[in-house]
T-cell receptor, first 113, second 112 residues
Framework: GQSLEQPSEVTAVEGAIVQINCTYQ??????LSWYQQHDGGAPTFLSY????GLEETGRFSSFLSRSDSYGYLLLQELQMKDSASYFC??????????????FGSGTRLQVQP | SQTIHQWPATLVQPVGSPLSLECTVE??????LYWYRQAAGRGLQLLFY??????ISSEVPQNLSASRPQDRQFILSSKKLLLSDSGFYLC???????????FGSGTRLTVV
């Protein structure tokens, strides 16, 4: 099976940098994704890492270490609109043919003025 | 461009009543389709996914079922709702590799 762990809540101030960690356990790993969900809304795709290293997309960056089964989402220059829940997700083992993501329980980010 | 439509946005149903939620995708062919459920303040639980017409994989053996009668249509059903079926139901689609889902706007179901 698969399991993902991420902190339940993180608080930061406007303009700061915040890192949301995710550790995972899978019997076969393909890639780590990140999604953002505002209250009452649907999740939206942020980033995907299949290889080790840092991927940057504007103010958001995502990092993966396959050897450590660990990744993080880095948000820079925080804005009030970044207040949302952030989910990491893993693709399940491909040799079973299961084409679906397993999501973590989510990290609620509160940005304070 | 691709779009995904999911309806209704909210639904209040009595226990024991049937359910039918519909999801359609436009602008793409042969998408992978998914139904997830999210309890309040929780993560997303995969219910069903489909890689083609009539092909349904079930993750949760409950009183829910799914069907894909057309390439870009995915339907979630129940014959008799339970209180525990309340939640936020999300339909999603992806291309061949499912790392970049696009979610529908969701249906908030309350069973009373």
């Amino acid at each position: 099976g698969q399991s993902l762990e991420q902190p339940s809540e993180v608080t930061a101030v406007e303009g700061a940098i915040v890192q949301i960690n995710c550790t995972y356990q899978t019997s076969g790993f393909y890639g780590l994704s990140w999604y953002q969900q505002h209250d009452g809304g649907a999740p939206t795709f942020l980033s995907y890492n299949a290889l080790d290293g840092l991927e940057e997309t504007g103010r958001f960056s995502s990092f993966l270490s396959r050897s450590d089964s660990y990744g993080y989402l880095l948000l820079q220059e925080l804005q009030m609109k970044d207040s949302a829940s952030y989910f990491c997700a893993v693709r399940d083992q491909i040799y079973t043919g299961r084409r679906a993501l397993t999501f973590g329980s989510g990290t609620r980010l509160q940005v304070q003025p | 461009s691709q779009t995904i439509h999911q309806w209704p946005a909210t639904l209040v149903q009595p226990v024991g009543s049937p359910l039918s939620l519909e999801c359609t995708v436009e602008g793409t062919s042969n998408p992978n389709l998914y139904w997830y459920r999210q309890a309040a303040g929780r993560g997303l639980q995969l219910l069903f996914y489909s890689v083609g017409i009539g092909q349904i994989s079930s993750e949760v053996p409950q009183n829910l079922s799914a069907s894909r009668p057309q390439d870009r249509q995915f339907i979630l059903s129940s014959k008799k709702l339970l209180l525990s079926d309340s939640g936020f139901y999300l339909c999603a689609w992806s291309v061949t590799e499912p790392y970049g889902y696009t979610f529908g706007s969701g249906t908030r179901l309350t069973v009373v």
